[in-house]
């Protein structure tokens, strides 16, 4: 290899090992903040060490002995062959099976540990995965977010997980999707997504056929980012979410805030329930739901296409699909035309006026 050739590689090796350094990463699997990761990383770490051993050994003697016998000028004869070795391969043979059984025991035994049954005290919340968001919903609290996953720090929480696609309708709530229960596949043309916060839980497959379970707790409170981690369409990279963990009666708080009904209307924000009800063919509640929304008739508009919940929208971080931070600006950009941020997005771009985009910002940011 030419020098050029060999300081090219260099720099690039060097440049791809410094990209992976980061001084803000959010998202550190070997940084765990709960019970699930800290058990994960435990395994890990030793095996990893046990990895870096076996390596070093195994190419320090591949170097040294290319090195120490390489062909050298003038040295014309070749070397006495050597066939076969029957200690040496018994040991080769067996050594690494020891050292694989050694690794076994405390994998196998953690396998066991993370699929306890977390016991009555558990926070159940059902997770569906959408193409491309998820949605939380609290059977018991009646509650229903998407986005953000809320939990109380220091009790473990209990994630039954299905993924779910267009066509699939709000109601009957998740319910659907519970224990080892096969999901309809009525629910529609759903895909495989994969749902993990690296500081908090491994990561968990979710299917459109079977329910799966989690396990996890937060040990402290702070925001946890996740995301999707199996590849499932066109913005499966938007497919992101946070664990917002908050310390117990902080949690009791957040689930009377969420549910009790939205907001107030006035002036623009009144004018923003209009735009809400009537844009495009059939409003924005041809999709989504508000709780308390309510119809001339008296009756609760619900959105018929399983989009996003947008009860107490104020009061969330983050929205499609947590790819945009919750100000008037991400707002303003987003209603502007969905697909242009988010490809293949079901929001539809209605061609709002900018007076009719600020109207409806107006109305979201009214449910608190
Ligand atoms: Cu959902 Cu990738």
Not at 206 to 229: H, I, M, N, S, W
Not at 245 to 259: I, K
Not at 292 to 309: T, V, Y
Request: proline fraction near 8%; charged fraction near 20%; glycine fraction near 8%.
């Amino acid at each position: 290899m030419n020098r050029k050739v060999l300081a090219a590689v260099c720099v690039v090796a060097g440049g791809l090992l410094l990209a992976a350094c980061a001084p803000n990463a959010t998202q550190s699997a070997l940084e765990p903040a709960g019970d699930n990761a800290e058990k994960a990383n435990n395994l890990f770490v030793p095996v990893f060490w046990v990895a870096v051993a076996i390596f070093v050994i195994v190419e320090g003697a591949l170097l040294f002995f290319a090195i120490r016998y390489r062909h050298r000028k003038g040295r014309d004869t070749i070397p006495p062959q050597v066939h076969g070795n029957t200690r040496l391969e018994i040991a080769w043979t067996i050594l690494p099976a020891v050292i694989l059984a050694g690794v076994a025991v405390p994998t196998v035994a953690t396998i066991f540990e993370l699929a306890r049954d977390p016991g009555p005290d558990a926070l159940e919340v059902t997770v569906l995965g959408h193409q491309w968001w998820w949605e939380f919903d609290y059977p018991e609290e009646g509650v229903n977010v998407p986005n953000e996953l809320h939990v109380p720090t220091g009790r473990p929480v209990l994630l039954t997980m299905c993924a779910v696609g267009v066509g699939y309708e709000n109601q009957p709530a998740p319910s659907e999707c519970q224990g080892d229960n096969p999901v309809p596949l009525t629910l529609g043309n759903s895909v495989i997504h994969s749902f993990w916060a690296p500081e908090l839980f491994g990561t968990q497959d979710v299917f459109p056929t079977y329910a799966r379970t989690l396990t996890f707790a937060a040990d402290e409170p702070g925001v946890y980012e996740g995301q999707c981690k199996e590849f499932c369409g066109l913005s499966h990279a938007y497919m992101r979410f946070v664990v917002v963990a908050h310390a117990p009666a902080e949690f009791e708080q957040w689930v009377a805030d969420q549910q009790r009904p939205a907001g107030s209307l006035e002036g623009a924000a009144a004018e923003g329930l209009r735009v809400f009800l009537e844009a495009g063919p059939a409003g924005c509640t041809e999709c989504h739901s508000v709780n308390g929304l309510e119809d001339a008739n008296g009756e609760m508009i619900r959105g018929s296409i399983d989009a996003p919940n947008l009860s107490h929208f104020a009061s969330r971080a983050c929205f499609a699909g947590c790819i945009l931070e919750n100000t008037d600006e991400n707002l303003r950009r987003w209603l502007a035309d969905p697909p242009a941020m988010k490809p293949g997005s079901l929001m539809p771009d209605y061609e709002l006026t900018s007076e009719e985009i600020d109207q409806l910002i107006a109305f979201l940011n009214t449910l608190e």
